[in-house]
């Protein structure tokens, strides 16, 4: 029986990331993404869930994680697949987000708090996101150092990250 349950196939993670901006600002959101929980600012998003294509969770996400409406994505800001130990082929698709409504208002409890950063605050605090994984994609694409719809691929083991190929 064992050996039955250790062949079946664990979910596959897909995760939508969205970039908002107000003029030459950008919307994070302050939560628990350090290696041992610490509090840090990062893009606004969260997983797809069953059912759900990735405009409608963006949706979901954005509003649960800032209070904003936002409208359909204008563009896909890059894609990553990241296959580590727990989430096997994982997918994370950010996109840039043009129409949007509303006050920052956070409802979602993992978030301490949104608000909007003009660009260079923002690539700072980024910058202070201790994954590879989290921050090099993020940063690349906000800094402009990488073209948009950029794709990253990660393996990641224990603590090792490693960026397998970018195109």
């Known amino acids: 029986m064992a050996a039955e349950d250790s062949k079946a196939p664990r979910p596959r993670v897909q995760l939508v990331i969205g970039i908002v901006r107000r003029g030459d600002e950008v919307l994070l959101v302050r939560e628990g993404l350090g290696a041992d929980g610490e509090m840090l600012w990062s893009l606004p998003g969260g997983g797809v869930e069953d059912g759900e294509l990735m405009h409608e969770a963006l949706r979901r996400e954005l509003w649960e994680e800032t209070g904003l409406l936002v409208g359909d994505p204008v563009r896909t800001a890059f894609l990553m697949h990241i296959d580590s130990e727990q989430y096997p082929s ?4 950010a996109f840039e987000i043009e129409e949007w409504s509303g006050d920052v208002a956070p ?13 260079p605050d923002a690539l700072r605090l980024l ?9 090099e994609p ?3 694409h906000l800094s402009g150092a990488v073209a948009p719809g950029t794709t990253w691929l990660y393996r990641n083991r224990g603590t090792e990250e490693t960026l397998v190929a970018r195109w």
């Not at 994982?90 to 698709?93: F, K």
């Not at 910058?127 to 921050?135: C, F, I, K, N, V």
């Open 90 to 93: 994982a997918l994370a698709v």
């Open 107 to 119: 409802e979602d409890g993992d978030i301490e708090q949104a608000a909007f950063f003009p660009l």
């Open 138 to 140: 993020i940063v690349g």
């Open 127 to 135: 910058g202070e996101l201790d994954s590879a994984t989290q921050r």
